[in-house]
């Protein structure tokens, strides 16, 4: 694997220390502003708004760019907006620095995901996105932890001037190891939008929401499931969560391998077992051990189909895949969100700690059923999505045009 995979994979780290690191500030950050927990939960779902909107919106604005120097100018990005959160004087700025900073998170995993499958040869596409996306997930394994670690110890600020300087870190890689790469010979902003019509990307679009959803709609509770249903203490909490993200990063690369081979055999089997798993966590989530070894299995098989269903976009959108890359990566935002409603929903309606994880289990379900749904039309058709070439016949890929 090339070593620009390895910025690729810094800049990543740097962007889900940010995302997830927020969680374990809370107290700090509502103490030292002298606002709510409430409020200060802002911080996360402005954040995660950010994610969405800015994803397709910065993609878009730099369409008339390299890849490359749009990859360089969102971890710039990313280390302005950390830096003005680790300096912000008021709440309002903090909050401003949080959505600044996450403009750029979904518009680089989606940019990162096809600079990544194009530094490869064709039949390592997939591992080469999973490599990218091993440092998001090894940031829920040791750069959160570590990050809410000096922040208790050393200031919130701290944290974010750290992450920032990954962030600068991140941006020297890509100048250096990744290769001035141009788009296909043709593409415009028209052909990127028209992938979005294509029925087999908006498919893939929803496996993710409701997929990834599914995820969520569980580990958004755990801490209270934990502690009441389960009975660890509010300490153990922590490490919990580095079981679902040492799950994450072997579910990652395991996905990576064998999407690679067999693409949606192994968005199947990703998707059934994680709906199977996420239903019987209604059950173990009343033992300690099982319920550790539940959210281990959790976090590998849910990640594990985030490496194919990327690829699965990046296939379906050929020849114009970036902003639908990136779309995609807005949808795992949304996927969230959704399930974090719903979950607290059947809470609220008196069902328990453990019945978002049927709210997750029917989500999973959900997308599988969907892989099904798209594998049957693509049998029907013979043939990949087409957007582009329907939108505009004579666009092809470059390689194509020679």
Do not use: C
């Not at 008021?90 to 990162?112: E, K, N, Y």
């Not at 990218?132 to 932890?145: E, H, K, R």
């Not at 701290?158 to 300087?165: D, Q, W």
Request: aromatic content about 6%; glycine content about 14%.
């Amino acid at each position: 694997m090339p070593l620009a995979l390895l910025a690729l994979a810094i800049g990543a780290f740097g962007i889900g220390t940010t995302e997830f690191v927020i969680m374990g500030l809370l107290p700090e950050v509502a103490g030292d502003f002298g606002v709510s927990i409430p409020t200060a939960g802002h911080l996360v779902t402005g954040y995660a708004l950010g994610v969405m909107f800015g994803a397709p919106l910065m993609t878009v604005l730099g369409t008339r760019i390299s890849r490359k120097r749009m990859l360089m100018l969102l971890m710039g990005l990313f280390v302005v907006g950390n830096l003005l959160s680790a300096l912000a004087p008021t709440f309002g700025l903090m909050l401003a620095g949080r959505v600044v900073a996450s403009l750029a998170h979904g518009a680089f995993f989606g940019i990162g995901s096809v600079v990544a499958a194009d530094l490869v040869a064709p039949d390592k596409k997939a591992g080469a996105i999973a490599l990218m996306f091993t440092g998001l997930t090894v940031a829920n394994v040791v750069g959160v932890p570590l990050g809410t670690l000096v922040g208790q110890s050393a200031g919130w600020r701290v944290t974010f001037a750290v992450v920032a300087v990954l962030g600068v870190v991140g941006l020297a890689g890509i100048a250096r190891l990744v290769p001035d790469m141009p788009k296909p010979e043709g593409v415009r902003l028209r052909h990127e939008l028209a992938a979005l019509k294509n029925v087999q990307v908006l498919l893939a679009m929803a496996m993710t929401v409701l997929g990834f959803g599914g995820v969520f709609a569980a580990i958004t509770y755990i801490a209270p499931m934990m502690t009441h249903v389960a009975g660890y203490d509010d300490g153990s909490v922590t490490w919990l969560l580095v079981l679902f993200g040492l799950g994450m990063v072997g579910g990652n690369l395991v996905g990576g391998r064998f999407a690679d081979r067999a693409l949606m055999p192994m968005l199947y089997v990703s998707l059934g077992a994680l709906a199977a798993v996420l239903a019987l966590f209604t059950l173990t989530a009343h033992d300690k051990v099982a319920a550790a070894v539940t959210i281990t299995l959790i976090g590998g098989l849910g990640f594990a189909t985030v490496p194919p269903l990327q690829k699965r976009v990046l296939d379906q959108a050929h020849g114009a895949p970036t902003l639908a890359s990136a779309v995609n990566i807005g949808a795992f935002n949304l996927g969230n969100a959704l399930s974090a409603w719903l979950g607290g929903l059947v809470i609220a309606g008196g069902l328990g700690y453990t019945a978002p994880n049927w709210v997750g289990a029917v989500l999973a379900a959900a997308a599988l059923v969907l892989a099904f749904v798209s594998a049957a039309l693509e049998r029907r058709t013979g043939e990949p999505g087409t957007a582009v070439a329907d939108a505009e016949p004579a666009v092809r890929p470059a390689s194509l045009t020679h």
